[in-house]
């Protein structure tokens, strides 16, 4: 678990670094990097929509390994 949470917080700092200094003139890095952070946006404000509108979440299925497929 810990290592689960440095690795985080390592990649979250190297991110942030990667953007100042995109914001600092190396320009050529800040659409690469503006991507993931837009595509998380969208992910989240989506999610955030879909909980405000009281829709369900899904529910998980699983089969048994042992179990025919249903065609």
Do not use: C
Not at 18 to 29: D, E, H, K, S
Not at 43 to 68: E, I
Request: hydrophobic share 50%.
């Amino acid at each position: 678990m810990k290592v689960t949470k440095a690795t985080i917080v390592v990649g979250v700092l190297l991110y942030v670094f990667l953007l100042i200094l995109a914001f600092n003139g190396a320009t050529i890095l800040l659409e690469p990097l503006l991507i993931p952070l837009i595509l998380v946006v969208m992910v989240a404000g989506g999610n955030w929509l879909s909980h405000y509108m009281g829709m369900p979440g899904r529910s998980q299925k699983f089969r048994d390994r042992d179990n025919k497929p249903e065609s």
